[in-house]
Nanobody
Framework: QVQLVESGGGLVQPGGSLRLSCAAS????????MAWYRQAPGKEREWVAD???????NYAESVKGRFTISRDNAKNTVTLQMNSLKPEDTAVYYC???????????????WGKGTLVTVSS
């Protein structure tokens, strides 16, 4: 069984920074893409950023230049450094990953349970 567990959420003032982490555990052979999504109150879940095993990254326009995604392939972790936070960044942030549990198995997509980020003065 594979689990994704996020940490690092909390309350921060506008203009502040937070660092989110996500650790994948369980029976893991390889991880392809890892990503962060978020869901604000009353809104649909939206993609924030992703990073592939080779290091290529992509960002939503709304966070480009403020957020940085990175990963540690040896530790099966992904982080999201969030700077210059705005009230509209308030949301539950979810970790997502495409994981293969063994050489013979197909890649499956997994979600964490989320961590709440609140940007407010």
């Amino acid at each position: 069984q594979v689990q994704l567990v996020e940490s690092g959420g909390g309350l921060v003032q506008p203009g502040g920074s937070l660092r989110l982490s996500c650790a994948a555990s369980g029976s893991i052979f390889s991880i392809n893409a890892m990503a962060w999504y978020r869901q604000a109150p009353g809104k649909e879940r939206e993609w924030v950023a992703d990073i592939f095993s080779g290091g290529r990254t992509n960002y939503a326009e709304s966070v480009k230049g403020r957020f940085t995604i990175s990963r540690d392939n040896a530790k099966n972790t992904v982080t999201l450094q969030m700077n210059s936070l705005k009230p509209e960044d308030t949301a539950v942030y979810y970790c997502n990953a495409d994981i293969r549990q063994s050489y013979s198995q197909r890649i499956l997509n997994y979600w964490g349970k989320g961590t709440l980020v609140t940007v407010s003065s």
